[in-house]
């Protein structure tokens, strides 16, 4: 498809499970946005990759949670050891020109 | 103090009125500004940026009051369809270059009534 997909849609986890989220962007955006939003909030910034460089982690709530983004396309945000206040939609979005931002549908994160 | 705040509502309106949201944002260095709609369980899309000369894109208005730090967004002759809820959203500019990432106010919800 044309738009930014992210997989798995769906995801529940036992507390202290490791979760890898997936998100395959816009072909040929060269930037790329994790966002978590929780239930009745707006998305919070999480981290930014420009092509495979993290330019920016500030966002990332602890050391239990991970991206990459090794060859600059696809990227993965891993959660290890969830927590219920882990439970979230994450969002992924990506850019070519840090203006415009097309996010995806979004992992809905359950932590139970 | 939140870095983008906006009333929650729910904003419930008839189809055809006029309504308007308002933002304030506390960075005062905050460069660019935009309007994002989110359908419920959906993702945020971009609605429209923001200019202090205010700009128009048919039936939605937004202007900006750096002065203030104020955001606003006006709809006319509202749709069952517009619907949604709405963000506004500011840059942000950090030491060290980045300027990826975008803040979100927690959004107001409206919702049209036939």
């Known amino acids: 498809g044309a738009g930014v997909s992210q997989s798995p849609r769906y995801k529940v986890a036992k507390r202290g499970q490791d979760v890898a989220l997936r998100c395959d962007p816009i072909?040929?955006?060269?930037?790329l946005f994790w966002y978590q939003q929780a239930l009745g909030q707006g998305p919070e910034f999480l981290t930014y990759?420009?092509?495979?460089?993290?330019?920016?982690k500030s966002g990332l709530p602890s050391d239990r949670f991970f991206a990459e983004r090794p060859e600059g396309s696809v990227s993965t945000l891993k959660i290890q050891r969830t927590q219920q206040e882990d439970s979230a939609v994450y969002l992924c979005?990506?850019?070519?020109?840090?203006?415009?931002?097309?996010f995806g549908e979004g992992s809905w994160l359950t932590v139970v | 103090r939140k870095e983008v705040e906006q009333d929650p509502g729910p904003f419930n309106v008839p189809e055809g009125a006029t309504v308007a949201f308002n933002c304030t944002y506390s960075?005062?260095?905050?460069?660019?500004f935009f309007w994002y709609r989110q359908d419920c369980r959906k993702e945020p899309k971009l609605l429209m940026s923001?200019?202090?000369s205010g700009n128009e894109d048919g039936r939605f208005t937004a202007q900006l009051n750096r002065a203030s730090q104020y955001i606003s967004l006006l709809i006319r002759d509202s749709k069952l369809s517009d619907s949604a809820t709405y963000l506004c959203?500011?840059?942000?500019?950090?030491?060290?270059?980045?300027?990826?990432?975008?803040?979100f106010g927690k959004g107001t919800k409206l919702s049209v009534k036939p």
């Open positions: 959203v500011v840059s942000a500019f950090r030491d060290g270059g980045s300027q990826g990432n975008l803040i």
């Open positions: 072909s040929g955006h060269v930037s």
């Open positions: 979005a990506s850019s070519s020109n840090r203006v415009a931002i097309y």
């Open positions: 990759f420009q092509n495979e460089a993290q330019l920016d």
């Open positions: 923001v200019y202090s």
């Open positions: 960075n005062s260095a905050s460069q660019s």
